[in-house]
């Protein structure tokens, strides 16, 4: 299991080293579920802001590569893996619905939405103490439901 996820880390990771939601959720979950790491930072990178356009949130993104990871299916006819994989989607919203109220990142960021136009320098500006300052907060939320998730299943 990989080291807990805490408010400080996703805050450096995000706002000291520039990565996305996204990519702070499947970097702490790569490893676990078999993921190169370098790999899962470039592959979740365009997740972030809810695909940059408000929708649904790249923590949660990610959470989905990160579970789809684990009980995901390459085979053609493989209803039983496909009906466990969306039981397991399902589980990890509610779970995070539960806590924030929404998947979607404009609601997530009070409305505010990357792709219109001043937007983006809205959402970013007062870094830690701005808009995104729930952001990192939503990353540790997400990676502890994953690590709960998945603690029976990876080691």
């Known amino acids: ?22 990519q702070c959720v499947l970097s702490h979950t790569a490893e676990m579920v078999g993921l190169d ?6 592959f979740s990178a365009g997740l ?3 695909c940059f356009h408000g ?13 789809s990871a684990v009980y995901g299916y390459n085979k053609p006819g493989s209803g039983e893996q496909n009906a ?3 039981e397991k ?19 997530l960021l009070g409305g505010h939405d990357f792709s219109k136009p001043g937007e983006s320098e809205k959402i970013m500006a007062g870094g830690a ?10 990353c540790t939320d997400v990676c502890d439901i994953l690590d709960d998730m998945l603690k029976d299943v990876v080691k």
């Open 48 to 50: 972030g802001g809810g």
């Open 55 to 67: 929708d649904t949130c790249g923590a949660v993104s990610a959470a989905v590569v990160t579970l």
């Open 37 to 42: 790491r370098d790999q899962a930072l470039k």
């Open 129 to 138: 103490t701005g808009i995104l300052k729930n952001c990192p907060t939503y």
């Open 84 to 86: 466990k994989m969306v």
């Open 89 to 107: 989607l399902n589980e990890f919203e509610q779970r995070f619905l539960e806590k924030h109220g929404s998947l979607l990142c404009r609601d």
């Open 1 to 22: 299991m990989a080291e807990k996820m805490t408010v400080e880390k996703a805050r450096d990771f995000m706002m000291g080293q520039g990565f996305h939601c996204s």
